[in-house]
T-cell receptor
Framework: SQQGEEDPQALSIQEGENATMNCSYK?????LQWYRQNSGRGLVHLIL?????REKHSGRLRVTLDTSKKSSSLLITASRAADTASYFC????????????FGTGTRLTIIP | DAMVIQNPRYQVTQFGKPVTLSCSQT?????MYWYQQKSSQAPKLLFH???????NEADTPDNFQSRRPNTSFCFLDIRSPGLGDAAMYLC???????????FGDGTRLSIL
């Protein structure tokens, strides 16, 4: 399977704490993306990091990419109850096949 | 607002009775994707269109078909639904392959 793995599968933290999720993948990539999915809804794109980038920020989100280890992390700082959701990483490989390969996801629960 | 719309949100059908799910987009994106997502799992790509070019995933059952009559609309046809086809079906679009995808809120399909 080409599917990426995410770690941990589930994470519960207190509101205000930081949450870190990790993603590992298997192929060479053009970019890696992170998505959020609230229960019963579609996925929402959060951030894209290209293979030649090592770190990217967007508001309370910080993403790192280590292509030598084929891994990425998503850090959410100062978590809020509204951050409760599942988070998926997705990779675009460099085979030119127009699609993303999604990871297995991390279920994040923020405890008020 | 530009968006991806899926109808209906909930669909119930009988075992073996054909069903069609629909997706429309106002983003004028080139690529449209259909995913199947089962509980607590990652979205699984069934197929995608780049413009009118259809791309089927190798492990998508023959029971699943798709049509894209124009840029805005894409349909998922399940010819003879089985109990194992009960899932959330997500439609997504992207301007080009590998770029961020915009998801609809999905159709939850139940099989009686």
């Amino acid at each position: 399977s080409q599917q990426g793995e995410e770690d941990p599968q589930a994470l519960s933290i207190q509101e205000g704490e930081n949450a870190t999720m990790n993603c590992s993948y298997k192929t060479s990539i053009n970019n890696l993306q992170w998505y959020r999915q609230n229960s019963g809804r579609g996925l929402v794109h959060l951030i894209l990091i290209r293979s030649n980038e090592r770190e990217k920020h967007s508001g309370r989100l910080r993403v790192t990419l280590d292509t030598s280890k084929k891994s990425s992390s998503l850090l959410i700082t100062a978590s809020r109850a509204a951050d409760t959701a599942s988070y998926f990483c997705a990779t675009e490989d460099n085979f030119g096949n127009e699609k993303l390969t999604f990871g297995t996801g991390t279920r994040l629960t923020i405890i008020p | 607002d530009a968006m991806v719309i899926q109808n209906p949100r909930y669909q119930v059908t009988q075992f073996g009775k054909p069903v069609t799910l629909s997706c429309s987009q106002t983003l004028n994106h080139n690529v449209m994707y259909w995913y199947q997502q089962k509980s607590s799992q990652a979205p699984k790509l069934l197929f995608h269109y780049y413009d009118k070019d259809f791309n089927n995933e190798a492990d998508t059952p023959d029971n699943f078909q798709s049509r894209r009559p124009n840029t805005s609309f894409c349909f998922l046809d399940i010819r003879s639904p089985g109990l194992g086809d009960a899932a959330m079906y997500l439609c997504a679009t992207s301007r080009e392959g590998g770029e961020p995808q915009h998801f609809g809120d999905g159709t939850r399909l139940s099989i009686l």
